[in-house]
C-alpha cells in the first residue's frame, strides 16, 4: 500500500485536481481550453525531457530556458532574414544541441561542476539572445508551412500535440528501453561504478547535457511557430516549471529517480494547476507560489538524485 | 601451468609517495593466486594497475604472452580481467539485475530497434545468482536492500557475466561473516574448478591459507616473498608479513 502511494500518489493528486478543476472552474473542460492545457504541456514537457536526461545523469542544466529563447531569436533571425525556414529551424535547433555540447564539454572535460558552467552559460546564451535581437523581437508574415508547425490542426487537434506524443514515446523508449538509457541511468546512480563497467560515463554525461540542449532547440521551434515571433527571454518562465515538473515527476513511477513519463505527468498536473488557478481568479502571484512549493516539497520527498547533482561541488 | 598474467617491474608514485617499487608477480593460469602484505605494502595500488583504473609510471604486464596498456578499466576488462573492488561498486538504488548487466546488457532486435531483453537478463541473472546464493530470487529488488554478502554475490555475478577468464577479488571477505565468508570461498574455487585464474587480495590469512595455490608478499612497495600454497598455515602468513624473510617458520 504505501508502495502503491509512493508509486501513484502524485499522478492521483494529479487526476483529483483535475476533477477538482472539472467541477470548480468555469470553462476548463471546453474543448479550447483543454487544447490550450495541452500545448502549453507541449512546450513544458519537451523542454522538461531534456532537463530531465541532464538530470538522470546526476547533472544539472540551468541553461535551458535561456538556450531555448537564444534558439528562438536564431530562427526568428534567420526567417526575418528571408533564409529558408527549415535551414533557419536546422541551424536553431543546432544551437540548442551545440549549446548542450558546450554544457556537456565544460563539466565533464574542464570538470566545472554544472551547477556553475550551466549557470554560466545560461548568462552566455541570455546576452547572446540579446545581441542578436538588439532587445526587441522578431514579429513577421511567416512561410505558413513554419506556421503549421506551431498552430496546424488535425481535425480539432493541434499538431503539436501529435509531435508531443511522439516526442514522449522516442523518449520513453529511450530512456527505459535502451542500452543508452541504462547507461545515463548507472552513470547518474554511482558513476564509478559505471566506469568500472566499462560505461563511458564523460560520454553519457555529455549526451545527458546535450539532449538538455537539443529539447531547447526543438521547443523553441515550436513556440516561434506557434508566436509567429521570436524575443529573448521568450522561454525565461520554462526554467522554473521545467524545473519544477522534473523534480515533481520524481515523485512518481519510479520515486526518487528522474524519469520521463514522471516529468511529462508533472508537466501536466503544473500546467492545469496554473490554467486552474487563472480559471479560479487567482491573483498572478499565487502561480510562482505554488511552484516554489512544488519544488520544494517534490525533492524533501524524493531527495537523492538532486541532493547528489547539486552538492558535487 | 603457463602464466596467465606478469608483471615486470611495475613503480608506480603518487606525488612523492612510492607506491610500487618493482612489483613482478607471475600469475599462473588456472591458480588460485594471493597476494598479501600488511596495509601501505602496495596491494591495491597492484590491483588497480591490473585492473585499469590506475596506469604504471614503468614497467610491463603481460597477459598471454602478449604485452598490454590498459589505459581503462574496460581494456582490462576486454583482456579478460574482471576485478570486484573491495567497495563493490554497485549502484545501490538500481535493480540485481541492473547491477549484474551494468555495461554489457542484452538487448533483442523489435521492429529493427536494439531494444533491451530485460527478460532474458532477469533470467540469466538469476543463474549467475544462483551459483552463489540461491536464496535470492527477485531480480529486481534493489541493491541496497541486500546485506552486506549478497551484495558481494552480485558483485560476483557481474564478474562472471563478464565471462573473464582472470577473476580479481579485493578484500572479498573483508566485512563478512563466518557463513558467507564460507560461501565465498566456495564460490573462489568453484571459480577455479571451471577454469578460471583468481587473484585474491585479502588479509584473512586464514581465507588465503586455505584456497590459495601461491601466494605473493608484497612489502613496502615489492613482491619480497613468492610462495607456493598447500601446507601454509595462517600463522606461516602472518610470520612472512610481518618478518619479511623468505625463511620457514616453525
Same mark, same amino acid.
Not at chain 2, 90 to 94: F, G, K, L, S
Not at chain 2, 171 to 176: D, G, H, R, V
Given at each position: 500500500m504505501k508502495k502503491l502511494i509512493e508509486t501513484y500518489g502524485t499522478a492521483l493528486a494529479g487526476l483529483a485536481l483535475f476533477v477538482f478543476l472539472a467541477i470548480f472552474a468555469n470553462n476548463f473542460l471546453s474543448t479550447a481550453n483543454l487544447f490550450n492545457v495541452l500545448k502549453q504541456v507541449s512546450f513544458l514537457s519537451i523542454l522538461a525531457f531534456g532537463f530531465t536526461f541532464a538530470l538522470i545523469t546526476s547533472e544539472l542544466d540551468l541553461a535551458f530556458a535561456n538556450l531555448c529563447s537564444l534558439s528562438a531569436v536564431v530562427i526568428g533571425f534567420l526567417i526575418s532574414s528571408d533564409v529558408a525556414w527549415p535551414v533557419a529551424v536546422a541551424a536553431g535547433i543546432a544551437t540548442g544541441l551545440f549549446g548542450g555540447l558546450l554544457n556537456g564539454f565544460l563539466v565533464t572535460v574542464l570538470k566545472v561542476p554544472s551547477l556553475i558552467s550551466t549557470l554560466g552559460t545560461a548568462s552566455i546564451a541570455n546576452g547572446l539572445a540579446f545581441m542578436i535581437t538588439g532587445g526587441v523581437a522578431f514579429v513577421g508574415r511567416w512561410d505558413q508551412n513554419f506556421l503549421y508547425l506551431g498552430r496546424g490542426k488535425i481535425g480539432s487537434v493541434p499538431v503539436i500535440i501529435l509531435f508531443t506524443l511522439a516526442i514522449l514515446a522516442v523518449v520513453l523508449v529511450l530512456s527505459t528501453q535502451t542500452r543508452l538509457g541504462v547507461h545515463l541511468q548507472a552513470t547518474g546512480e554511482n558513476e564509478e561504478a559505471a566506469r568500472r563497467s566499462g560505461i563511458d560515463t564523460r560520454k553519457a554525461k555529455m549526451i545527458g547535457l546535450a539532449l538538455s540542449g537539443l529539447g531547447a532547440g526543438v521547443t523553441a521551434m515550436f513556440l516561434v511557430a506557434n508566436l509567429s515571433s521570436a524575443a529573448p527571454q521568450m522561454a525565461g518562465d520554462f526554467m522554473l516549471n521545467g524545473i519544477a515538473a522534473t523534480l515533481l515527476g520524481m515523485t512518481m513511477f519510479t520515486p526518487a529517480k528522474p524519469n520521463i513519463l514522471g516529468t511529462f505527468v508533472g508537466a501536466l498536473i503544473i500546467v492545469m494547476l496554473s490554467n486552474g488557478l487563472v480559471l479560479l481568479g487567482a491573483q498572478y502571484y499565487i502561480q510562482d507560489i505554488m511552484l516554489g512549493i512544488i519544488i520544494i516539497v517534490s525533492v524533501a520527498v524524493s531527495a537523492s538524485v538532486l541532493k547528489r547533482a547539486a552538492f558535487a561541488l | 601451468m603457463p602464466v596467465k598474467i606478469s608483471t615486470r617491474n611495475i613503480f608506480k608514485n603518487y606525488g612523492a609517495v612510492e607506491a610500487l617499487k618493482g612489483v613482478s608477480v607471475d600469475v599462473h593460469e588456472g591458480e588460485i593466486h594471493a597476494i598479501c602484505g600488511d596495509n601501505g605494502a602496495g596491494k591495491s595500488t597492484f590491483i588497480k594497475i591490473l585492473a585499469g583504473v590506475e596506469q604504471p609510471d614503468r614497467g610491463e604486464i603481460v597477459v598471454d604472452g602478449k604485452p598490454v596498456h590498459f589505459d581503462s578499466p574496460h581494456a582490462s576488462l576486454t583482456a579478460g580481467i574482471a576485478t570486484i573492488h573491495q567497495d563493490l561498486a554497485? =549502484?545501490?538504488?538500481?535493480t540485481i539485475y541492473q547491477n549484474i548487466f551494468m555495461g554489457a546488457e542484452l538487448t533483442r532486435n523489435v521492429l529493427g530497434l536494439r531494444l533491451l531483453d530485460k527478460p532474458a537478463m532477469r533470467r540469466a541473472a538469476v543463474g549467475y545468482m544462483a551459483q552463489l546464493n540461491p536464496s535470492i530470487t527477485d531480480m529486481n529488488a534493489k541493491v541496497n536492500e541486500l546485506s552486506g554478502g549478497q551484495r558481494q554475490a552480485v558483485a560476483i555475478s557481474r564478474a562472471l557475466r563478464w565471462n573473464a577468464d582472470t577473476v580479481i577479488l579485493d578484500?572479498?571477505?573483508? =566485512?563478512?561473516g563466518v557463513r558467507e565468508t564460507e560461501q565465498v570461498l566456495d564460490l573462489v574455487r568453484s571459480l577455479k574448478a571451471s577454469g578460471k585464474t583468481v587473484i585474491l587480495i585479502s588479509h584473512a590469512m586464514q581465507d588465503v591459507a586455505a584456497v590459495a595455490d601461491r601466494i605473493s608478499i608484497l612489502r613496502t612497495g615489492k613482491n619480497q616473498i613468492d610462495l607456493e600454497g598447500g601446507d601454509l598455515t595462517a600463522d606461516n602468513l602472518s610470520h612472512y608479513i610481518l618478518s619479511g624473510t623468505g625463511d620457514r617458520f616453525h
Open positions: - | 554497485v =549502484a545501490p538504488e538500481m578484500e572479498p571477505t573483508a =566485512a563478512l
